[in-house]
């Protein structure tokens, strides 16, 4: 039996590139495994001080610990993850991950293994001494949410009064701790008009990255009514704006609206081919490089997905991302409805999520998007052939102390970043990469979402 997953050589039904790998009878992976979970999102918890409209977790103060994964469950269900990616990215979230008092400790112990971990908070707890046990723990950044600067929008919208002075304090602190952060907001029609100025606001405030999310309809959001088609189009154009006035200042990014990437692409039609978007693997990443772990232990393909992958209190995280059914089905299954005709389903795909929550199907049509194709369009490629994501595959000579040193930085972006080491390397005239080339590339490297260092680059890794 075997089954088919991608690799850049040729082009799936699905939109995806692909090549076949045996797998056993039972479905369990027999040869190399092809697919790295790169990031993992695990809700902690889904206690939490707010209770917002979206939540996709139905998060609230009146859930209980009691059915949360215990300290020892979680170590051992993260050895399991780095038994099967070594450096993955590790977001710690909720709920109100600060909720939970082994925060530090998971955090500490996902980061001495070699994780590059994060958080995910609303920021209303985020104290001095929180932020300090944080870094303590190796912690290197915190993604905050900020949906208005209007207490009246945001306090309503989050359910917490007083919630949005608390999380603009913690964002100052965060600033005077050097803790990198990021600024998260959910746009809908009551905020979208104000994307430009909360761009601005955390442009000033040092934010790593401005990510604006659209609305899934799962959880809470089930009850909320979400943009037309036509309004994510023009938010979507506004973003590609924004992330080329802040670029090498701040990352704009769209979340959970893959079909950026047709205006971007549009862009790079046109001459622009810096967008730092072009060098994502911009299809989404749900169960091919990316997976959610819920409070209770069970893995779906990513947060706003509810369909179980398997149970980790009964099943190891690597024979759950190995075998699973789902995660096979989304790998290798075809996309229907209009994304199953659309010359972008390689390079977008659509949200899986928001398929599901609307038609039931995974690999159903994201009604959200505002495009129509005909089906006759010949398919649109990715500009970058290496991509965030993609195996790590040296061109060069590597000497094993800066081989060494490509290892501790996440798996995610090691193949993009051994790519531009590389390409700085000949064009210096250098024939091998070690230690000495590695420190000069650092100091002329420009990086090209943030003139600082990100997080992943710092401390020297590379
Ligand atoms: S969206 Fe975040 S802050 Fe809001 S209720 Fe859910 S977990 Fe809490
Ligand atoms: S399925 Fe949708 S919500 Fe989930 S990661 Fe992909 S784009 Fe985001
Ligand atoms: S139809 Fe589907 S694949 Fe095409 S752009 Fe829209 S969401 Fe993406």
């Known amino acids: 039996m075997a089954f088919r997953v991608p690799l850049p050589t040729q082009e799936a039904p699905n939109g995806l590139l692909e090549r076949t790998v045996p797998f056993s009878a039972a479905g369990v992976l027999t040869g190399a495994r ?22 996709y977790i139905s998060a609230g103060s009146w859930h209980a610990a009691a059915g949360e994964l215990d300290t020892a469950t979680c170590g051992r269900i993260l050895d399991e993850l780095l038994a099967v990616n070594s450096s993955p990215l590790l977001i710690l979230s909720g709920g109100e991950p600060l909720l ?34 944080l870094k303590n723990a190796g912690v290197k950044g915190v993604a905050v949410s900020i949906d208005s600067l209007s207490a009246q929008y945001h306090d309503r919208f989050r359910h917490g009064e007083g919630s949005l002075q608390q999380t603009l304090d913690a964002i100052e602190r965060l600033g005077q701790n050097r803790l990198d952060f990021i600024v998260q907001t959910t746009v809908t029609r009551g905020n979208r008009a104000e994307l430009p100025a909360l761009a601005e606001w955390a442009a000033e405030r040092g934010a790593v990255a401005f990510n604006v999310y659209f609305l899934v309809p799962t959880g809470r959001g089930e009850q909320m009514r979400g943009m037309e088609p036509e309004e994510n189009e023009a938010v979507l154009r506004d973003l590609v704006a924004l992330e080329r006035s802040y670029r090498g200042r701040m990352m704009v990014r769209s ?150 040193r490509m290892q501790a930085i996440p798996s995610f972006v090691r193949a993009v970043v051994m790519q531009r080491v590389e390409k700085f390397a000949r064009e ?16 002329a490297m420009p990086v090209d979402f943030s003139k600082k260092l990100p997080f992943f680059l710092k401390g020297g890794e590379a």
């Open 255 to 404: 979340k959970c609206q893959p079909q950026i990437m047709r205006h971007v692409l549009a862009g790079a039609t046109d001459g622009d081919l810096d967008s730092p978007l072009l060098n994502y693997e911009t299809r989404c990443p749900c169960g091919t490089q990316y997976c959610r772990i819920t409070p209770e232990g069970k893995v779906t393909p990513c947060p706003y997905t509810p369909t179980v992958a398997g149970d980790l209190t009964t099943t190891s995280f690597g024979d759950i991302w190995d075998g699973s059914p789902v995660f096979a089905s989304i790998r290798t299954g075809v996309l229907g409805g209009k994304c199953g005709r659309c010359e972008y389903r390689g390079v977008c795909g659509g949200c899986r999520a928001r398929a599901f929550a609307e038609g039931g199907d995974l690999m159903g049509a994201d009604e959200s998007c505002a495009y129509e194709p005909t089906g006759t369009a010949p398919l649109i490629e990715r500009r970058a052939t290496v991509t965030y994501g993609s195996e790590a595959a040296p061109g060069m000579e590597w000497s094993p102390e800066a081989e060494a």
């Open 428 to 443: 210096r005239g250098h024939t091998r990469i070690d230690l000495e080339s590695l420190a000069e590339v650092r100091r």
């Open 34 to 55: 092809t697919h790295l979970p790169h990031v993992v999102a695990w809700n902690l918890t889904k206690r939490c001080n707010l209770a917002c409209a979206h939540c």
């Open 100 to 133: 939970r008092d082994d925060l530090e400790t998971l955090a500490e112990r996902g980061s001495k293994s070699g994780a590059t971990v994060v958080v995910g908070t609303n920021g209303t707890r985020l104290t001095e001494d929180r932020i300090r046990s």
